[in-house]
C-alpha cells in the first residue's frame, strides 16, 4: 500500500506496531478508540506530543496494537512508534523531534531481584546478636 507508514515502539515491556496513513486524525488503539483506552487526560497528551508539536494531528490516521506493560510503559511505547513512523512520513520532522527527545528509546527498566536480598538493591536487615 502506498502512503502507509509502519513502526515499532518500545518502552520498558511494552511493544507498540503503529501504522499511519493520511487521513483526518482517528486514532484506534487494539480496534478501540483513544478515549476509550486510555482514560487519562495525561495519557492521551503524551502520546499525541509527536503529532502536536509537528502540527501533524489531523493530518494523519494512527492506527496501534500494544501489548505487554501497563498503562505508562504502553504510552510511551505508542509516543516512540508514532515518531519513528512520522520520520518515515517526513524525514525533515527528525530534527526537532530528536530535540524533543521523542526519537531515543527510553531505556529505563525494571532492574532484576537478586537472590539473597530482599529485592534488586534491598538487603534484609542484618543483626548482630
Do not use: C
Request: hydrophobic letters at 35%.
Amino acid at each position: 500500500m502506498e502512503n502507509l507508514y509502519y513502526a515499532t515502539g518500545k518502552r520498558k515491556t511494552a511493544i507498540a506496531r503503529t501504522w499511519l496513513k493520511p487521513g483526518k486524525g482517528e486514532f484506534l488503539i487494539n480496534d478501540k478508540l483513544m478515549d476509550a483506552y486510555f482514560t487519562t487526560e495525561e495519557a492521551r497528551l503524551i502520546l499525541t506530543q509527536p503529532l502536536v508539536m509537528t502540527n501533524n494531528l489531523t493530518s494523519y490516521d494512527v492506527n496501534i496494537r500494544v501489548k505487554g506493560g501497563g498503562i505508562s510503559g504502553q504510552v510511551g511505547a505508542i509516543r516512540h512508534g508514532i515518531t519513528k513512523a512520522l520520520i518515515l512520513a517526513d524525514p525533515d520532522l527528525r530534527g526537532p523531534l530528536k530535540k524533543a527527545g521523542f526519537v531515543k528509546r527510553d531505556p529505563r527498566v525494571k532492574e532484576r531481584k537478586k537472590y539473597g536480598q530482599k529485592g534488586a538493591r534491598a538487603r534484609f536487615q542484618f543483626s548482630k546478636r
